[in-house]
């Protein structure tokens, strides 16, 4: 199947500061890619979708001030953590869509806030 | 009327049995229906996957079987290992929108 990254794997952060997470999809062109977060023993919440070029779109209840999308291109998304807090620690992942249909998942970034 | 409803939510099984995972859905119109795997701190991999046209679908040891009057899809898995042990999750989409809608997940275990 299609390899997606993810970069860092983990982080440490202080509260206050911001984090950015890289998502590459390897060996495809990915027009539109998604961001989850992921609780423990939970399932897969998608906090937004990112179509390339253009502004990402945000579930009910996710604060696009403070998770910043960013699709520059058809390889690429970014999630920026601004301003983080303890509460934002979590599991973050990303998909990217190879069409028409199959969705792949990179490894995840386990997020830290102290 | 956007949900996948998944059963069991654990399941344990000896080296060798069959799990299967159940999944239901009401939007007739999702016509794309994926399983994935997780294990333990990584990201879902896609295990395999379906569309309405057939109504099962084998790949290995996994089989998808799926039964469109119904608005159910399951996942088979032959011959388990105890490497199979994993959460599960199955999911639909609908081919214009870009979303998948996930089930809230299987812990499987297998035993020894």
């Known amino acids: 199947g299609a390899v997606v990254s993810q970069h860092p794997s983990r982080v440490i952060c202080k509260s206050g500061t911001s984090v950015k997470i890289e998502c590459r999809s390897l060996?495809?062109?990915?027009?539109?890619m998604f961001w989850y977060r992921q609780f423990p023993k939970q399932s897969l919440m998608l906090m937004a979708t990112?179509?390339?070029?253009?502004?990402?779109?945000?579930e009910q209840g996710v604060e696009k001030d403070k998770f910043l999308i960013n699709h520059a291109s058809l390889t690429l998304s970014t999630l920026t953590v601004t301003s983080a807090h303890p509460e934002d620690s979590s599991f973050y992942i990303c998909?990217?869509?190879?069409?028409?249909?199959?969705?792949?998942f990179g490894p995840g970034t386990r997020l830290t806030v102290t | 009327q956007q949900q996948v409803k998944q059963s069991p939510q654990s399941l344990i099984v000896q080296k060798g049995g069959i799990p299967i995972i159940n999944c239901a859905y009401e939007?007739?119109?999702?016509?794309?229906f994926p399983w994935y795997q997780q294990f333990p701190g990584k990201g879902p991999a896609l295990l395999i996957a379906?569309?309405?046209?057939?109504s099962e679908k084998k790949e290995g040891r996994f089989t998808i079987s799926f039964n469109k009057s119904a608005k159910q899809f399951s996942l088979h898995i032959m011959d388990s290992q105890p490497g199979d042990s994993a959460t599960y999750f199955c999911?639909?989409?609908?081919?214009?929108?870009?979303?998948?809608?996930f089930g809230k997940g299987t812990k499987l275990t297998v035993n020894p």
């Open positions: 060996d495809f062109q990915a027009t539109t």
């Open positions: 999911a639909a989409g609908e081919g214009g929108s870009e979303k998948l809608v």
């Open positions: 998909s990217a869509k190879d069409p028409p249909y199959e969705q792949y």
């Open positions: 379906i569309r309405p046209d057939v």
């Open positions: 990112s179509n390339e070029g253009s502004k990402a779109t945000y």
């Open positions: 939007n007739t119109a999702f016509d794309y």
